[in-house]
Protein backbone atom coordinates (compact mmCIF):
# COMPACT_ATOMS: atom_id res chain seq x y z
CA UNK A 1 0.00 0.00 0.00
CA UNK A 2 1.10 3.60 -1.02
CA UNK A 3 -0.43 6.23 0.15
CA UNK A 4 0.46 10.31 -0.63
CA UNK A 5 -0.65 13.02 1.39
CA UNK A 6 -1.10 16.43 0.17
CA UNK A 7 -2.79 19.56 0.75
CA UNK A 8 -1.20 21.24 3.47
CA UNK A 9 -0.22 24.73 3.29
CA UNK A 10 -0.04 28.17 5.56
CA UNK A 11 -3.15 29.82 6.33
CA UNK A 12 -4.40 32.21 9.32
CA UNK A 13 -5.52 31.01 12.19
CA UNK A 14 -9.81 30.53 11.99
CA UNK A 15 -9.25 29.49 8.38
CA UNK A 16 -9.72 26.30 6.63
CA UNK A 17 -7.18 23.36 4.55
CA UNK A 18 -8.65 20.09 3.08
CA UNK A 19 -5.73 17.32 3.13
CA UNK A 20 -6.03 14.48 1.06
CA UNK A 21 -4.62 10.78 1.02
CA UNK A 22 -4.20 9.04 -2.34
CA UNK A 23 -3.71 5.12 -1.90
CA UNK A 24 -2.53 2.55 -4.14
CA UNK A 25 -3.95 -0.53 -4.62
CA UNK A 26 -7.36 -1.88 -4.98
CA UNK A 27 -8.18 -2.69 -1.29
CA UNK A 28 -8.36 0.82 0.09
CA UNK A 29 -12.11 -0.44 0.96
CA UNK A 30 -11.07 -2.73 3.42
CA UNK A 31 -8.92 -0.78 5.63
CA UNK A 32 -9.31 1.59 8.45
CA UNK A 33 -7.49 4.82 7.83
CA UNK A 34 -6.28 7.08 10.55
CA UNK A 35 -4.55 10.61 10.48
CA UNK A 36 -1.95 11.44 12.46
CA UNK A 37 0.23 14.91 13.12
CA UNK A 38 3.56 15.12 14.54
CA UNK A 39 4.76 18.58 15.72
CA UNK A 40 8.30 19.99 16.27
CA UNK A 41 9.51 18.56 19.32
CA UNK A 42 6.73 16.03 20.22
CA UNK A 43 5.39 13.17 19.46
CA UNK A 44 3.24 11.87 17.13
CA UNK A 45 -0.47 11.98 17.72
CA UNK A 46 -3.79 11.08 16.53
CA UNK A 47 -6.13 13.22 15.32
CA UNK A 48 -8.99 11.36 13.75
CA UNK A 49 -9.84 7.67 12.28
CA UNK A 50 -12.52 6.44 9.69
CA UNK A 51 -13.89 2.78 9.63
CA UNK A 52 -13.50 1.17 6.30
CA UNK A 53 -16.98 1.42 5.32
CA UNK A 54 -16.75 4.95 6.22
CA UNK A 55 -19.39 4.48 8.85
CA UNK A 56 -18.01 5.55 11.93
CA UNK A 57 -15.31 8.12 12.97
CA UNK A 58 -13.43 8.63 15.71
CA UNK A 59 -11.73 12.18 16.70
CA UNK A 60 -8.87 13.11 19.13
CA UNK A 61 -10.81 15.94 21.43
CA UNK A 62 -8.44 19.02 20.52
CA UNK A 63 -10.02 18.76 16.66
CA UNK A 64 -13.67 17.49 17.65
CA UNK A 65 -16.10 19.53 16.18
CA UNK A 66 -13.67 21.28 13.85
CA UNK A 67 -12.27 18.56 11.97
CA UNK A 68 -14.18 15.94 9.47
CA UNK A 69 -12.80 13.04 8.32
CA UNK A 70 -14.04 11.17 5.36
CA UNK A 71 -13.07 8.95 2.51
CA UNK A 72 -14.35 7.79 -0.85
CA UNK A 73 -13.98 4.03 -1.74
CA UNK A 74 -14.25 4.04 -4.88
CA UNK A 75 -11.07 6.50 -5.93
CA UNK A 76 -9.09 5.16 -2.86
CA UNK A 77 -9.05 8.59 -1.67
CA UNK A 78 -9.18 9.78 2.23
CA UNK A 79 -9.45 13.28 3.38
CA UNK A 80 -9.51 15.74 6.38
CA UNK A 81 -11.61 18.80 6.58
CA UNK A 82 -10.14 21.12 8.97
CA UNK A 83 -12.01 24.43 10.02
CA UNK A 84 -11.41 27.10 12.69
CA UNK A 85 -7.86 26.06 12.44
CA UNK A 86 -5.71 26.99 15.30
CA UNK A 87 -1.42 27.18 15.95
CA UNK A 88 -1.60 25.02 17.59
CA UNK A 89 -2.41 22.36 14.97
CA UNK A 90 0.21 23.53 13.14
CA UNK A 91 2.14 20.27 12.12
CA UNK A 92 3.15 17.89 9.63
CA UNK A 93 -0.19 15.98 9.19
CA UNK A 94 0.13 12.02 7.84
CA UNK A 95 -2.44 9.45 7.01
CA UNK A 96 -2.06 6.11 7.53
CA UNK A 97 -3.68 2.12 7.21
CA UNK A 98 -4.61 -0.15 9.60
CA UNK A 99 -4.81 -3.17 6.98
CA UNK A 100 -5.81 -6.23 9.61
CA UNK A 101 -8.41 -3.70 11.19
CA UNK A 102 -7.50 -5.59 14.76
CA UNK A 103 -5.51 -2.54 17.00
CA UNK A 104 -6.51 0.03 18.58
CA UNK A 105 -7.26 2.63 15.88
CA UNK A 106 -5.98 5.74 18.49
CA UNK A 107 -2.87 4.52 18.64
CA UNK A 108 0.29 4.45 15.70
CA UNK A 109 1.55 1.15 16.46
CA UNK A 110 -1.91 -0.38 14.95
CA UNK A 111 -1.59 1.27 11.46
CA UNK A 112 0.76 -0.56 9.22
CA UNK A 113 1.42 2.19 6.36
CA UNK A 114 2.19 5.85 6.66
CA UNK A 115 2.01 8.19 3.72
CA UNK A 116 4.96 10.96 3.61
CA UNK A 117 3.43 13.75 5.72
CA UNK A 118 1.89 17.37 4.54
CA UNK A 119 3.13 20.47 6.39
CA UNK A 120 -0.31 22.74 7.86
CA UNK A 121 1.33 25.92 9.32
CA UNK A 122 -1.42 27.91 11.16
CA UNK A 123 -0.32 31.65 11.81
CA UNK A 124 -1.80 34.02 14.59
Known amino acids: VQLQASGGGLVQAGGSLRLSCAAS????????MGWFRQASGKEREFVAS????????FYADSVKGRFTISRDNAVGTLHLQMNSLKPEDTAVYYC??????????????????WGQGTLVTVSS
Open 25 to 32: GRTFSRYN
Open 50 to 57: IHWSGGTA
Open 96 to 113: AADTDRSGNIYRRESYDY
